[in-house]
């Protein structure tokens, strides 16, 4: 019954910055707190990869090699959404953009099999 719902994505010039936003839902007394929100990218041709990470009660955060320093993963509990902020956006960073939730992180952040509900997607493009 938890939904994720992506927002945010746009075209943008190479140095650019967006926000992505993750809105989640669930069964009546479901809180954000208690729950895990990765963020994942798939550029044209390529797997699946992680970007960030936010955990659930204490929002520990975790990020890619090629994001650290530009990424920004966080969090409002109240409006039960999850935000992603990029910056410094580079060509290759192109694709779409999903987040994903699970309960529980059972292993590492960016292991794909480990959530069980995944959005839509939203689209980034950087390009000149």
């Known amino acids: 019954q938890v939904q994720l719902v992506e927002s945010g994505g746009d075209l943008v010039q190479p140095g650019g910055s967006l926000r992505l936003s993750c809105t989640v839902s669930g069964p009546s007394g479901f809180s954000l707190e208690f729950y895990t929100i990765g963020w994942f990218r798939q550029a044209p041709g390529k797997e699946r990869e992680g970007v960030s990470c936010?955990?659930?009660?204490?929002?520990?955060?975790y990020y890619a090699d090629s994001v650290k320093g530009r990424f920004t993963i966080s969090r409002d509990n109240a409006k039960k959404t999850v935000y992603l902020q990029m910056n410094s956006l580079k060509p290759e960073e192109t694709g779409v953009y999903y987040c994903?939730?699970?309960?529980?992180?059972?292993?590492?952040?960016?292991?794909?099999?480990?959530?069980?509900?995944w959005g839509q997607g939203t689209q980034v493009t950087v390009s000149s």
């Open positions: 936010i955990r659930s009660w204490l929002a520990s955060t």
């Open positions: 994903a939730g699970v309960k529980t992180l059972r292993t590492t952040w960016n292991d794909l099999a480990i959530y069980d509900t």
